[in-house]
């Protein structure tokens, strides 16, 4: 595999340059010039940058933490044209553009997402207002009546929902959501993605004991999690050289997301606030299902994630034993994924940056899938 966006700067400048010239020489009847299979992958992804259709898209909430990071990588998006950010006072007034990312709070989202769905553009939602497939377990979750219910359900877009489902399961409303040409998206919050990513692997081949205790699932999260509004919670006295639990147990509407794909599953959540800007761990413990091999869980992270280097290019699956670590993910658009066992318990980890796979990178990943381009553009893949 070609990994996209490892060229950077003078040098990406540099190859450009000369691989347009190669392409130009080596596209005419008279001139042949070998290509060496990098050179090559560079140069076929470069002619298909230059010929990529672009969009007009518009990042609904790009003040906030999510709507900041993502409005940097749709910048330096190859099929973008121009992003707007209208500021919060005039969204009201906002026509919109083809397509719309809304990073606005929960509850302000959905009527946005209305209009501009409405009004036939592409809308992609990072908030938590289209998780929930029923007004009814949206209200259960959020304590409040919906404010657009006819949007539901939404298409949940987990983009390694299809590599850890296989290819052949149509029938699922989760593995067609991200289909290209779809143009709703509700993205997964940063807790249930790193969530989904570390326990699907295992559910979908029947490795965890259903009839068990409930999985609990622990999970520390830099402070840019709760969003810019200042509160005590989040005051730098609160969390400096500190780590506070919060809505400990199945306080979090987080429990209610994970739990419409943890096929019934029970979980007992534990949310953290650590003294860091950015960058999430969560750890998942469960029971294995009776018989369950080290070598069944292992193949399960594989086949999910590493059965071919184009298969979930975001996820890297650690070495048996080894649990990843906050830094490591932190300001990459990877997620890393390690597992201990120890007799029948499983302790999975699950690192991420949640404004980068936690939100904006995941959501410009589903962009890329309705649009129908590798969902890597714009993006940097796992290096090999
Ligand atoms: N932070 C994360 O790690 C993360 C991860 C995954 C998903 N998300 C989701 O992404 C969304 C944005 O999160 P965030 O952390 O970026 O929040 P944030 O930092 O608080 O930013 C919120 C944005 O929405 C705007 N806004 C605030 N109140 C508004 C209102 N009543 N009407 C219209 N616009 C309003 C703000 O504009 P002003 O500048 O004018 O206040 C700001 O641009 C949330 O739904 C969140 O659940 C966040």
Redesign the pocket.
Known sequence: MCPAGTIHGEMQEWLNWHAWNACMAATSSRVRIPLSPPYFCHLSKLCHNRFMKQYGVAV????????QELTGILENHPAVASVQTP???E?AEFEGSEVVFA????H??AR?VDRHYSNGSTVID???DLRFPTAGSYNAWHDRPHPAPHLLPAPYCLPEYPHIAGKHTPDDPRHTSLAEGRKLAS?P??YPTATLLGLLPLLHRGLIDMQGAPIIIDAD?GI??????PSEETHFMSVSNNAVSYKTGRQHRHVGEMELFLDGNEVFFSPTTIAIE?GMLVKATARLAVGTTLGQVRQAFVDAYEATPLTAPFVKVLPEDELPTIQETVRTDECHIGFVVVNRTIQIGSSLD??RK??ASQAVQAFNVMHGLDETVGLTPKKG
């Open positions: 609904l909430g790009g003040s906030g933490f999510a709507g500021v919060t006072g969204l990073a606005l709070p929960n302000t989202s946005e990072l908030s938590g993205m919050g940063c999260s840019s999690g709760r969003g810019k509004k950015r949640n404004l936690g939100a």
